[in-house]
């Protein structure tokens, strides 16, 4: 059973030093209690406390590792219900399905697809990260030779499915260094697929038909000392499946439920035909709470709304992306090359970038710390006025690389062109567009 936040304070030191970043030892055990803290936060606590805390400190949902290097997916150790009371922590893993009746061309073209559709939004990649082969052939040398292929010829995360645990030994045998996730342990097999989870130190997935049923083979699988445990709750029609995922993060994080605490996986090629009405089925996984998410397919259209989703909904609302505060030299500017001011929220900047490049006007662009907020809200918060802007500009270098003293600053920050001109007496500040679409014509128009 966890302790409760009274239990976590009498092993904590009772400094109230504040070092965990809440005013006290009490405060802190609540949120420990709670799942919104982690104990490693507070650094005086003895070795011997941290023994007895480890159960009311582990996240109430079991963050789990598919795959390893570079490529390894973590998902789980979620600790909030919604995005907004804290952040959600592991985005979901989107996993194209390869059968073993597929025939060569077409396995060919799904590991092309996975290699191929990767994107570049805000300075990240997106991309999906497993490739999910399933037994259906009922052959295990078959199952081995796809398994085998899809390994060399893929660099992400590797899901075996069949329910028998020979085919699935054959599978691990052609990938267990990569960690597969075995799927699935059910009621019939669970000895079975314990063994070559344990033999192989591998996590293991659970399909059960109820989530009773779910619970009692988790728990037997935690007994006999497997941790690393996927869940499937068996459903297969939208309505349940997205009625399970709930109350399984409600009953691991409202309850403490262990059983149940631990990721999902779900099945959105199994729950309809039709191609878009899958993506937007996994699009809710998406929002509400998918581990993994299992598709019959990739293709752009339908990938790349889902990845840009994930994207939004696990950025931590707390804080916004931000880009590096700094001069930023776009196209090999000169020293007679334009000036462009921005604030560092890592939209703006990707936009503003990107349309000084489709200008083809060598410019410098200087970005400065605005604590990751866009152009009008900082100008409103008084973070891009002209006393944090003229102060920024003088220290910022960028008068040791142009000649001029032109500086452009954005059109929705034109109200604070009297006072800059007051911050920088020897610059001449020019208004430049509000939007950022009407930077390339600004700057083609752009005379020293
Ligand atoms: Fe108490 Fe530890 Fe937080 Fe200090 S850092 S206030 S000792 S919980």
New binding site residues.
């Given amino acids: 059973m966890p302790l409760t936040g009274i239990e976590i304070f009498k092993l904590?030191?009772?400094?109230?030093?504040?070092?965990?970043?809440?005013?006290?030892?009490l405060?802190?055990?609540m949120a420990l209690a709670a799942g919104k803290a982690e104990l490693s936060?507070?650094?005086?606590?003895s070795e011997e406390a941290k023994a007895q805390l480890q159960e009311a400190s582990a996240p109430p949902i079991r963050p789990v590792t598919i795959g390893v290097g570079d490529r390894a997916l973590k998902v789980g150790g979620e600790t909030v219900m919604f995005r907004h009371e804290k952040r959600f922590e592991n985005p979901p893993g989107l996993a194209i399905l390869i059968k073993d009746t597929m025939d060569d061309s077409e396995v060919d073209a799904r590991l092309e697809r996975f290699k191929q559709l990767q994107y570049e939004r805000v300075g990240l990649i997106l991309r999906p990260e497993l490739v999910a082969v399933k037994d259906e052939s009922g052959d295990a040398s078959k199952f081995e030779a796809l398994v085998s292929k899809v390994k060399q010829n893929s660099d992400g995360g590797i899901i075996l499915m069949s329910d028998s645990p020979d085919i699935l030994a054959a599978g691990v045998k052609a990938c267990a260094d990569r960690k597969p996730l075995i799927y699935a342990a059910t009621k019939d097999n669970l000895d079975s697929m314990a063994n070559l989870a344990k033999e192989n130190s591998c996590p293991v997935a659970v399909r059960a038909s109820t989530l009773e049923e779910l619970a009692d083979l988790t728990t037997k699988l935690t007994e006999a000392g497997i941790n690393d445990i996927i869940i499937d709750s068996g459903s297969r029609t939208v309505r349940r499946a997205f009625e399970d995922q709930v109350i399984i993060r409600s009953a691991a994080l409202a309850k403490k439920f262990r059983p149940l605490g631990f990721p999902t996986i779900v099945f959105p090629s199994e729950m309809t035909d039709d191609p878009m009405k899958e993506a937007v089925i996994a699009s809710m996984f998406v929002a509400k709470y998918g581990g993994i998410i299992v598709l019959s397919d990739f293709q752009g259209e339908s990938l790349f709304p889902l990845l840009v989703e994930r994207l939004n909904i696990y950025t931590d609302p707390q804080r916004p992306l931000a880009t590096t505060e700094g001069i930023y030299e776009i196209g090999s500017p000169d020293e007679s090359s334009p000036v462009l001011i921005t604030s560092n929220f890592s939209l703006t900047y990707f936009i503003v970038s990107g349309e000084i490049e489709t200008s083809k006007v060598p410019s410098y662009l200087l970005v400065m710390d605005t604590e990751g907020l866009s152009v009008m809200t900082a100008w409103a918060a008084g973070k891009f006025v002209a006393d944090a802007i003229g102060p920024f500009v003088k220290k910022s270098g960028i008068m040791d690389k142009v000649k001029h003293h032109k500086l452009i600053i954005p059109g929705y920050a034109a109200a604070e062109s009297g006072g800059l001109e007051e911050e920088l007496p020897d610059w001449e500040i020019l208004i430049g567009p509000r939007e950022g679409s009407n930077i390339p014509a600004y700057l083609k128009a752009w005379k020293l």
């Fill in positions: 904590l030191p009772k400094t109230n030093c504040k070092e965990c970043g809440v005013p006290t030892c405060a802190f055990a936060a507070c650094p005086h606590v």
